[in-house]
């Protein structure tokens, strides 16, 4: 006997996802028309630190388009080809995404040293320079502003909101640097800030290469103790006997999934188990899509799998 169980918000899920869709839009726009701003800034002035933190608002602008991408595949329900839907897209296009990082942090560590080995041939609009930063500094805060007071249960929007944290702080260098150049002359503060903007690029893309690769291989999902889950599973009705071949992953984030077997002291009690073991893993663990099976005396997936009442993580 195999009980299967996905939750359904409804329009509520449907409402929630449109409101974060409209607030990602504004802040991925917003972010973009800077992005080229600081580019041609970079060119202008000659500041590597404005390319450097153009590049963290790359990193942003992505971020935010998968947020969007995100949020409108969470409307499209699933198909006969795509039984789970399409939010695994979001897991691999962020898994690129870090890919490219990496390259975009070599270069700019690769120009920071050579004009640091170099200074005598820098040549910086500090004015330029200056205005452009102050101007990335506001639109960072105002796309704060835009997506403040997001329900703290959307994984999308609070991912976005920690990228454009940190291309705040890039911003914040950069003016940092253009003062340092116009009032004090320190040509070298644009390719040492600009090396300080990278190894922010490098942290972010670091996390979201090992948070996306995580995800792509199955594995539990961060902050889940599949020992704690098994337990908590075993003591959910007095009928539950065992539970073994128990598995979590999740599709994308926030979307946890489990498959588990389950042995009971009586099989007339199955219809009480299993509503016992979906409303532990809903409430307790977040698991909205389970599918579990009743097992009779002996687990008929013993001889491939091991049964014996030890999860596999």
């Known amino acids: 006997m195999a009980g299967h169980h996905h939750h359904h918000d409804g329009h509520a899920h449907a409402h929630a996802a449109a409101g974060s869709r409209g607030k990602l839009l504004w802040a991925l726009l917003l ?5 080229g701003v600081e580019v041609a800034g970079s060119l202008w002035s000659g500041s590597l630190a404005l390319l450097a933190d153009a590049g963290h608002m790359l990193v942003d602008t992505l971020a ?13 329900p699933a198909d006969a080809r795509r ?4 939010g695994r897209l979001e897991v691999l296009a962020g898994f690129v995404n870090a890919l490219t990082q990496f390259v975009l942090v070599g270069f700019i560590a690769w120009e920071a040293v050579q004009r640091l080995l170099h200074l005598e041939q820098v040549r910086i609009l500090s004015e330029v320079m200056l205005a452009v930063a102050v101007a990335g500094l506001l639109v960072n805060l105002l796309v704060l502003r835009v997506l403040h007071g997001h329900d703290h249960d959307d994984v999308n929007v609070g991912a976005a ?34 090396l300080l903007v990278s190894l922010l690029i490098l942290a972010s893309a670091w996390r979201l290469l ?15 103790d599949t020992a704690e889950l ?32 389950a042995r009971l002291h ?20 977040g698991i909205l899509h389970a599918t579990v099976q009743i097992d009779p005396v002996a687990c008929p997936d013993e001889a491939a799998h091991d049964c014996a009442g030890h999860a596999h993580r």
């Open 83 to 86: 039984s789970y839907g399409y």
């Open 64 to 76: 935010l388009l998968l947020a969007v991408i995100g949020a409108w595949l969470a409307t499209k």
């Open 230 to 261: 098994e337990a908590a599973l075993r003591r959910a009705d007095a009928s539950i006997r065992d539970i073994h071949h128990l598995h979590v992953w999740q599709l994308a984030s926030g979307a946890r999934m489990a498959t588990l077997h």
């Open 31 to 35: 972010t973009t028309a800077m992005m």
């Open 161 to 194: 909101t920690l990228h454009v944290l940190g291309d705040l702080l890039g911003s914040v260098a950069a003016v940092l640097a253009a003062l340092a150049i116009r009032w004090l002359g320190w040509t070298w503060a644009d390719p040492a800030l600009s």
């Open 266 to 285: 009586d099989d007339r009690a199955a219809a009480t188990a299993l509503a016992a073991i979906h409303g532990m893993l809903r409430e307790r663990f």
């Open 210 to 224: 090992r948070r996306s690769s995580h995800i792509l291989l199955e594995g539990v999902p961060e902050g889940l």
